[in-house]
C-alpha cells in the first residue's frame, strides 16, 4: 500500500507556471504506475497524465505541450509541471497510483483510466485566473 500527499498548488494569472508534486510513501513506490487527475468545478474527475514504471508517459490532448508528469523512484516522488496554464485548468489536483495502468496502456494512454488507479492523495487546489 502506499501514501500520497499532495503540495504545490496555489492561484495564478493565466499563462503562469505551477509546479505540483507528490510524495508517496510506503514500499515498492518504483513498482506503481502513477498519474495526475483533476476535478474542476462541476465536472467528472479526468486523468490528465501518466507516467508508467518503465518511464513511458501519457497526457490528455488538452494538455500536451504544456504539461509535464515526471518522478524521481529514489526520492519517492512524482511532479507534474505545468506551463502556459488556462482558466480551464482551473481544478483539484490529485496524485494516484496504480498497481498497473493495464486500461491506460490497453488505449494507448490517449485516455488517462480511472479504473487503473486504487490510491489517491487528498488533492492540492489550482486556480488559473483570466
Known amino acids: 500500500q502506499v501514501q500520497l500527499v499532495e503540495s504545490g498548488g496555489g492561484s495564478v494569472q493565466a499563462g503562469g507556471s505551477l509546479r505540483l508534486s507528490c510524495v508517496a510513501s510506503g514500499y515498492g513506490y518504483s513498482r506503481y504506475c502513477m498519474g495526475w487527475f483533476r476535478q474542476g468545478p462541476g465536472k467528472e474527475r479526468e486523468g490528465v497524465a501518466a507516467?508508467?514504471?518503465?518511464?513511458?508517459?501519457s497526457y490528455i490532448d488538452s494538455v500536451k505541450g504544456r504539461f509535464t508528469i515526471s518522478r524521481d523512484n529514489a526520492k519517492n516522488t512524482l511532479d507534474l509541471q505545468m506551463n502556459s496554464l488556462k482558466h480551464e485548468d482551473t481544478a483539484m489536483y490529485y496524485c494516484?497510483?496504480?498497481?498497473?495502468?493495464?486500461?491506460?496502456?490497453?488505449?494507448?494512454?490517449?485516455?488517462?483510466?480511472?479504473?487503473?488507479?486504487?490510491?489517491w492523495g487528498q488533492g492540492t487546489q489550482v486556480t488559473v485566473s483570466s
Open positions: 494516484a497510483a496504480a498497481g498497473d495502468c493495464l486500461a491506460t496502456r490497453a488505449v494507448g494512454g490517449i485516455l488517462i483510466v480511472e479504473a487503473d488507479f486504487h490510491y
Open positions: 507516467i508508467d514504471t518503465d518511464g513511458t508517459k
